[in-house]
């Protein structure tokens, strides 16, 4: 495990390094200044998830052969195939991020097209479905539509790239809170003892680490689409196979591990839809938007591109926070349906009240000024 972490994460920094540069001149020529999601100065490469994707199917790739045909001591039993279909489906979820990335004229609808088709062959080559919901009384009635279970699994896949994307707002955010649930679904998966599920994750934890490196705190390179859409194709399916292969793991314990991602997009569709306007339309009202403006504002220097660099970085921290509250009941209930669905319920009252306070500029009292 250990020299996965770190090829995975040398890949991960020498591929960041290389690509640091090559996305500037499609964000000059292409992404707008005034966009309402921009919150840096400057056209920053939007190409770390393009990197990230290369270093996973290396180490995957590694997993796979290093001790039938190197014969180095790997005790991770991961075959070619299974290997070289991880690679195609997470190329397939990820491409069209990556090119949104180079051109940034790329529609969402094609896009979410490419997570879907993510999604179907994970279904088609893993048998990838949501076996049952461990809801007295709803069990039985699920098993006996067992199409269900594999529309769950395709929603999951191709829409968790998308929630992960929209919290994918300021330095270290996304990337962080992805690393976080890589770690609780290692310990998870070495819990029940399966190490190639953790092997992967791990090797996603690693090349996301190698990430962070160059993303935080100065902002060199962001992961863009492609990094958001690879840490939710590769997270979604994971976990869901978690749940489909060990018994003990609860289907709630994805859902409260990944309730923060999952929440803010349900939220954002319902503000939008009642304001009237389209749910893929992009604004700067989410969650850590207005931690950004509103309670994210000391800063000590005057030039521009300094102050708002500044504040950039300060929002990430409370954001990792707020995933705390979800990531550390779900590595330490994660067998027990009612304690994970009492905590997501929690979280979920949490973060309304939490967005009401700031809205309200009542939380802002609380947060001492400098001067």
């Not at 690509?19 to 992404?31: F, K, V």
């Not at 990197?51 to 039938?68: F, G, I, N, R």
């Not at 998308?162 to 962080?176: E, K, S």
């Not at 590769?234 to 991602?261: A, C, D, G, K, N």
Request: hydrophobic content about 55%; glycine content about 8%.
């Amino acid at each position: 495990m250990l020299i996965l972490l770190m090829l995975a994460g040398f890949l991960s920094v020498l591929g960041c390094g290389i690509l640091l540069r090559a996305g500037q001149e499609a964000s000059r020529r292409y992404l707008a200044l005034a966009a309402p999601q921009r919150f840096h100065v400057g056209h920053v490469s939007r190409l770390g998830g393009a990197a990230m994707l290369v270093s996973c199917m290396v180490s995957w790739a590694w997993m796979s052969v290093s001790e039938p045909y190197l014969h180095i001591p790997n005790t991770i039993l991961f075959p070619t195939d299974r290997a070289l279909a991880w690679c195609v489906i997470a190329l397939l979820g990820v491409v069209s991020g990556v090119v949104e990335d180079m051109t940034h004229q790329l529609k969402a609808r094609w896009r979410l097209v490419s997570t879907t088709l993510a999604g179907l062959l994970a279904v088609l080559v893993f048998g990838l479905t949501l076996p049952r919901l461990d809801i007295p009384g709803l069990d039985g009635l699920w098993m006996q539509v067992p199409w269900l279970g594999l529309v769950v699994a395709v929603v999951a896949v191709s829409g968790l790239p998308h929630a992960i994307n929209i919290i994918d707002g300021y330095n270290g955010i996304a990337g962080l809170v992805s690393l976080i649930c890589c770690m609780v679904i290692a310990y998870v998966a070495l819990a029940v003892g399966d190490r190639e599920l953790a092997g992967i994750v791990v090797v996603l934890g690693g090349a996301t680490a190698g990430f962070l490196l160059w993303n935080y705190p100065r902002g060199l390179i962001f992961a863009g689409d492609g990094g958001a859409y690879l840490w939710g194709v590769v997270i979604s399916i994971v976990t869901l196979m978690l749940v489909q292969r060990h018994r003990e793991v609860s289907p709630w314990f994805p859902v409260l591990l990944l309730v923060y991602p999952i929440w803010e997009t349900l939220f954002s569709i319902w503000r939008k839809v009642t304001r009237g306007q389209s749910p893929g339309l992009a604004d700067g009202l989410h969650f850590h938007h207005l931690i950004f403006r509103r309670i994210v504002r000391q800063v000590f220097h005057d030039d521009e591109a300094r102050r708002m660099l500044i504040r950039n970085n300060r929002t990430s921290p409370y954001l990792w926070a707020f995933t705390l509250l979800s990531a550390a009941p779900a590595s330490l209930f994660w067998a027990s349906t009612p304690a994970l669905i009492a905590f997501t319920l929690l979280f979920v009252v949490t973060y309304l009240w939490a967005y009401h306070s700031i809205v309200r500029f009542r939380m802002q009292r609380w947060i001492p000024r400098r001067r």
